[in-house]
Structure formats: C-alpha cells, structure tokens
C-alpha cells in the first residue's frame, strides 16, 4: 500500500499563496493518479485537483481552475498543488489521494489517504 505524506499548509491571507506537497512512498508503480481533495466544515469533499502518474494529465475543479496547479515530479514521488489567489471559501482540509487503475476509483477505499493539512485564508 501506498503511503502519503502531506505538508505546506497554513494561514494565509485572501489572494496570496501555498504550495503543497504529498510524498509518497511503497509501491508507487501501482498508482494511476494522485488527486488532491478537500473537506470544510459542513461540506462534502472535493476533488479539487488530480494529475495522472505516468501521463501527467490534469484535470480541476470548476471552483479552482485558473488558480490552482496542480504537478508532480515521479523521481521524487511528489505531487505538488500550487495554490493561487486563494479565497476564504478554499479554507479546509487538503488531502492527498491515490487512484488506482480501472475498475478502481477515488471512492471505493482502493486507494491511499494521507493524514490531511489544514489551509486558513483569510479576509
């Protein structure tokens, strides 16, 4: 099993920026993807971000794309989510997920979970 190691977040004012950073680490090659979720109080999580491990393809969230990027570098087993003019209504919980392949998905508990890092922005 894949295990994932989450760090970069914060409080940071509305409009400025992070930059976080999962490592993972075991058996990497059964990866697809690597997603980056959210979860705020009273919300349902998101996936905010996800980038395919071997092809690097990306895909957003409506409610972060333009401000969010998302990337990897596989020679150190990290995914990176770049975030830009943030706003408070990106306040939550970030964490990092594996997707493996087909027939498995985000949700069916395949996957692996790091333990989360807070973001805070403020007004």
């Not at 977040?9 to 058996?27: D, F, H, I, M, N």
């Not at 997920?97 to 805070?120: E, H, K």
């Amino acid at each position: 099993q894949v295990q994932l190691v989450e760090s970069g977040g914060g409080l940071v004012q509305a409009g400025g920026s992070l930059r976080l950073s999962c490592t993972a680490s075991g058996p990497t090659f059964s990866i697809y993807a690597l997603g980056w979720f959210r979860q705020a109080p009273g919300k349902e999580r998101e996936l905010v971000a996800s980038i395919t491990w071997s092809g690097g393809t990306t895909a957003y969230a409506d409610s972060v794309k333009g401000r969010f990027t998302i990337s990897r570098d596989n020679a150190k087993n990290t995914v990176y989510l770049q975030m830009n003019s943030l706003k408070p209504e990106d306040t939550a919980v970030y964490a990092c997920a594996t997707r493996l392949p087909f027939p498995l998905n985000w949700y069916d508990g395949s996957g692996s979970w790091g333990q989360g890092t807070q973001v805070t922005v403020s007004s």
